[in-house]
């Protein structure tokens, strides 16, 4: 069974910044790939960035050079700091993990937290 925790969200004015946390157990920290996709209303969930166990990343065109996805070993969590938010990043984002190492704009596979709604005012 994967256990994800996301928390962080929230209501920031537009330009500002939040960071969002997932936090895991230690067994799958250590064999996932975790990553951040995001359900923005009326349109479908898109990956935001996702990082493999060994470090390698991928980015989404959400992230748009200004989100980063980070993991934390020692606090089983993987991080996603956003920076210069705009309204239209408004949604729900999701933390993800699945095994597999490719593939990982697909947003149909792996398994997802109760995510966390992020609010950006204009």
């Known amino acids: 069974q994967v256990q994800l925790v996301e928390s962080g969200g929230g209501v920031v004015m537009a330009g500002g910044s939040l960071r969002l946390s997932c936090t895991t157990t230690?067994?799958?920290?250590?064999?996932?790939?975790l990553g951040w996709y995001r359900q923005i209303p009326g349109k479908q969930r898109e990956l935001v960035a996702a990082?493999?166990?060994?470090?390698?990343?991928t980015y989404g065109d959400a992230a748009a050079g200004r989100f980063t996805i980070s993991r934390d070993h020692d606090k089983n969590t993987a991080y996603l700091q956003m920076t210069g938010l705009r309204p239209e990043d408004t949604g729900v984002y999701y933390c993800?993990?699945?095994?597999?190492?490719?593939?990982?704009?697909?947003?149909?596979?792996?398994?997802y937290g109760k995510g966390t709604q992020v609010t950006v005012s204009a």
């Open positions: 230690s067994r799958v920290f250590s064999s996932h790939t």
């Open positions: 990082m493999t166990i060994k470090g390698s990343i």
């Open positions: 993800n993990a699945r095994v597999s190492t490719v593939g990982l704009t697909s947003p149909d596979f792996g398994s």
